[in-house]
Nanobody, 126 residues
Framework: QVLLVESGGELVQAGGSLRLSCEVS????????MGWFRQAPGKERGFVAG????????YYSDSVKGRFTISRDNEKNTVYLQMNNLKPDDTAVYYC???????????????????WGRGTQVTVSS
């Protein structure tokens, strides 16, 4: 059974920083692209960032580009999302996911991901 557990979400003031972690068990992530998505109240879940299986490529949504950084430590089977200069619009539940197929690049499409965590709440106050 593949299990993803996110952590690191909390209440933070605008302009602050947070680092989210996603620890994976039940599958070695070293051959899989990984992604972060988020869902704000009343909105659909959307892509935030994705990273290729080897970490050589990363993609970001326009809204977070330049502020967020996705990274991975394959030895720890963990993916991270460093979030800087947080804004109230970043308030959401953040989900980590692993792609269905090996050697992925961190797709922007949620359908390309086969396993998801339960999410961690990030709240940014103004």
């Amino acid at each position: 059974q593949v299990l993803l557990v996110e952590s690191g979400g909390e209440l933070v003031q605008a302009g602050g920083s947070l680092r989210l972690s996603c620890e994976v068990s039940g599958r070695t992530i070293s051959r899989y692209g990984m992604g972060w998505f988020r869902q704000a109240p009343g909105k659909e879940r959307g892509f935030v960032a994705g990273i290729a299986w080897r970490g050589h490529v990363a993609y970001y949504s326009d809204s977070v580009k330049g502020r967020f950084t996705i990274s991975r430590d394959n030895e720890k089977n963990t993916v991270y999302l460093q979030m800087n200069n947080l804004k109230p619009d970043d308030t959401a539940v953040y989900y980590c996911a692993i792609e269905r197929n090996m050697y992925g690049l961190g797709s922007r499409r949620s359908i390309d991901y086969g396993n998801w965590g339960r999410g961690t709440q990030v709240t940014v106050s103004s």
